[in-house]
């Protein structure tokens, strides 16, 4: 389907997304209107965050190719972040900073709205879900929104946005390193059980590839910029 011009693109891994916030909004509220409004909240707000990062890449004149919904989370795929630190910033930032936002009014229209009952907990749920997404996405971790606002601050400071980008792996991969130590540690002590360092296992493999693959790609940009002059 296309939304304000964008094709939006849902693969089929992301019915596990679908199924994990039914799932939830069933135990939280033990009806079918939790249910659907647990879904409908989870995808307007994934989506109202990808799509900010789209509107302010337009102001600066970048074309959005489409937004795609995976297992763990969705994507807007950009030609590209602008070619200055204070562009890359600004495009990252909007996303988090929208999550923060959809919080707030959740918050307000639960607080000020005449809701009750099933409807005030799927507020909550969003109030709650927009303010992890809003904090997750500030994490200094390719792919994260964190990364990216990471690496525009690195590219102004050093001046290089190849440069930057290295740092910001590397910075990314200590963070992986540290998550990973820390699992273990709270596994050995008895406080983590050790099916869920498993689950923490993988998302620091697909963390870790990522910025794998944001240095092959910088790497590739680099290449070509040479070959053009």
């Known amino acids: 389907m296309r939304l304000f011009g964008v094709p939006v693109r849902f693969q089929f891994s992301s019915l596990f997304l679908f199924w994990i916030f039914g799932m939830y909004g069933w135990n ?16 307007i707000s994934l989506l109202t965050h990808e799509f900010m990062h789209v509107f302010v890449a337009r102001r600066y004149g970048i ?11 969705a994507g807007a795929m950009l030609k590209d972040m602008g070619d ?18 959809l919080a707030g009014a959740f918050l307000g229209i639960g607080a000020f709205g005449p809701f009750s009952g099933t409807a005030a907990t799927v507020l909550a749920f969003g109030v709650m879900l927009n303010l992890i997404l809003g904090i997750f996405n500030t994490i200094p971790m390719y792919p994260l929104d964190g990364g990216r606002l990471a690496h ?9 946005e190849q440069r930057g980008r290295v740092i910001v792996v590397w910075l990314s991969r200590a963070l992986i390193v540290g998550l990973l ?12 059980h050790a099916f869920d360092l498993l689950w923490r296992g993988m998302i620091a493999l697909f963390l870790w590839s990522a910025g794998t693959l944001e ?3 910088g790497a590739n940009e680099s290449s070509q910029d040479s070959d053009n002059q």
């Open 181 to 192: 130590v820390w699992s273990a540690y709270t596994v050995f002590t008895g406080s983590l």
């Open 215 to 217: 240095l092959r790609r």
């Open 63 to 73: 074309p959005c190719h489409g937004i795609t919904v995976m297992m763990l989370g």
């Open 152 to 160: 525009a601050v690195a590219w102004k400071l050093v001046g290089d």
């Open 84 to 101: 200055r630190p204070g562009k890359m910033f600004a495009i990252a930032a909007a996303g988090p900073a929208t999550s923060f936002v």
């Open 28 to 43: 939280l509220t033990g009806s079918l209107f939790g249910v659907a409004g647990c879904i409908a909240i989870f995808l």
